[in-house]
Nanobody, 125 residues
Framework: QVHLVEAGGGLVQAGGSLRLSCAASGRTFSTVAMGWFRQAPGKEQEFVAAINWSSCSTFYADSVKGRFTISRDKAKNTMYMQMNSLKPDDTAVYHC??????????????????WGQGTQVTVSS
C-alpha cells in the first residue's frame, strides 16, 4: 500500500504560480511512475503530467506544456509540480497518483494503483 498526500493548492490570480507537492509513504520502493490528474467541476478527470520515477522522463498534457513542470525528489519520496502562468481553465481539484507496474501508459488513469485525496487549485480571472 502507498499513501499519498497532496499539498500546495490554493487561490491565485490568473498569471500567477503555485507549487503542488505529493508526499508518498508506505511501499514506495515499488513506485515506477507518478502522475498528476485534475478534475474541474462538471468535467471528467484528465491527465496533467507524469514522471518516471527512475529515469525522470516526463510527460505533459498539451494544455500545460511550457507552463507546468513536474519533478521528483527520490530521497524524500515526493513529487512536485510547478505551475506557472496559471489560467482560470486550470481551476480543478488536482490529484496525484502512483503506478507500480512497469510499462504502463502513464497518461491513463487506470495505470495508477494509488491516489491521493486531492488539493484544490482555483485561478481567478
Amino acid at each position: 500500500q502507498v499513501h499519498l498526500v497532496e499539498a500546495g493548492g490554493g487561490l491565485v490570480q490568473a498569471g500567477g504560480s503555485l507549487r503542488l507537492s505529493c508526499a508518498a509513504s508506505g511501499r514506495t520502493f515499488s513506485t515506477v511512475a507518478m502522475g498528476w490528474f485534475r478534475q474541474a467541476p462538471g468535467k471528467e478527470q484528465e491527465f496533467v503530467a507524469a514522471i518516471n520515477w527512475s529515469s525522470c522522463s516526463t510527460f505533459y498534457a498539451d494544455s500545460v506544456k511550457g507552463r507546468f513542470t513536474i519533478s521528483r525528489d527520490k530521497a524524500k519520496n515526493t513529487m512536485y509540480m510547478q505551475m506557472n502562468s496559471l489560467k482560470p481553465d486550470d481551476t480543478a481539484v488536482y490529484h496525484c497518483a502512483s503506478d507500480s507496474t512497469p510499462g504502463t501508459d502513464m497518461k491513463r488513469q487506470n495505470s495508477y494503483d494509488f491516489w491521493g485525496q486531492g488539493t484544490q487549485v482555483t485561478v481567478s480571472s
